[in-house]
T-cell receptor
Framework: GAVVSQHPSRVICKSGTSVKIECRSLDFQATTMFWYRQFPKQSLMLMATSNEGSKATYEQGVEKDKFLINHASLTLSTLTVTSAHPEDSSFYIC????????????FGPGTRLTVL | GQQLNQSPQSMFIQEGEDVSMNCTSS?????WLWYKQDPGEGPVLLIA?????ELTSNGRLTAQFGITRKDSFLNISASIPSDVGIYFCAGQTDNAGNMLTFGGGTRLMVKP
């Protein structure tokens, strides 16, 4: 149980375009979802915390207008990278908690974003 | 944000050897977690520690929650090639909205 999926797994886009990444909890209702960014050979850095039905809470230094997060349902959160630039190229990972999982965060498989 | 100090950054060992890695923090955590991440994938939870002093095993893996609640170690015994990957420690506090703070990671390479 407690499976989290992400779509797409890989995406390549041109500079200036927007990219949407989906995070879904497949077998539980996620009251909270987290979005992380991981640059090559680095650790996971929390970008924002998303609670269903409310605005996301962004970490210091993360632009909320550039990284739009929508947690419209208990099983889906989306991260939209707006006007992407090459420096936004990274591995984006979501995690989710809720629905009897206690405090444990279950991680998605990640999305590799490459901006040309 | 805060990051845990994890060491070593990388290890290259022979198959069959034991491995030890640790994390330290200037802050107290209520929960310590150890994850493994394979290339191009999300992290997978290996061991969760909930009480200071707790020693927990999961197969060949053993982890301990430091008595001061500011450190933890992970041991892997009799390493095998599939142990290759990046291992992350993470700390969690009850009053931080279940947020995780990750260590910098330990890259483990195992020579058959």
């Amino acid at each position: 149980g407690a499976v989290v999926s992400q779509h797409p797994s890989r995406v390549i886009c041109k500079s200036g375009t927007s990219v949407k990444i989906e995070c879904r909890s497949l077998d539980f209702q996620a009251t909270t979802m987290f979005w992380y960014r991981q640059f090559p050979k680095q650790s996971l850095m929390l970008m924002a915390t998303s609670n269903e039905g409310s605005k996301a809470t962004y970490e210091q230094g993360v632009e909320k207008d550039k990284f739009l997060i929508n947690h419209a349902s208990l099983t889906l959160s989306t991260l939209t990278v707006t006007s992407a630039h090459p420096e936004d190229s990274s591995f984006y990972i979501c995690s989710a908690i809720g629905g009897g999982t206690g405090n444990e965060q279950f991680f998605g498989p990640g999305t590799r974003l490459t901006v040309l | 944000g805060q990051q845990l100090n994890q060491s070593p950054q990388s290890m290259f060992i022979q198959e069959g050897e034991d491995v030890s890695m640790n994390c330290t923090s200037s802050s107290i955590f209520n929960t310590w977690l150890w994850y493994k991440q394979d290339p191009g994938e999300g992290p997978v939870l290996l061991i969760a520690l909930y009480k200071a002093g707790e020693l927990t095993s999961n197969g060949r893996l053993t982890a301990q929650f430091g008595i001061t609640r500011k450190d933890s170690f992970l041991n892997i015994s009799a390493s095998i090639p599939s142990d290759v990957g990046i291992y992350f420690c993470a700390g969690q506090t009850d009053n931080a909205g279940n947020m995780l703070t990750f260590g910098g990671g330990t890259r483990l390479m195992v020579k058959p």
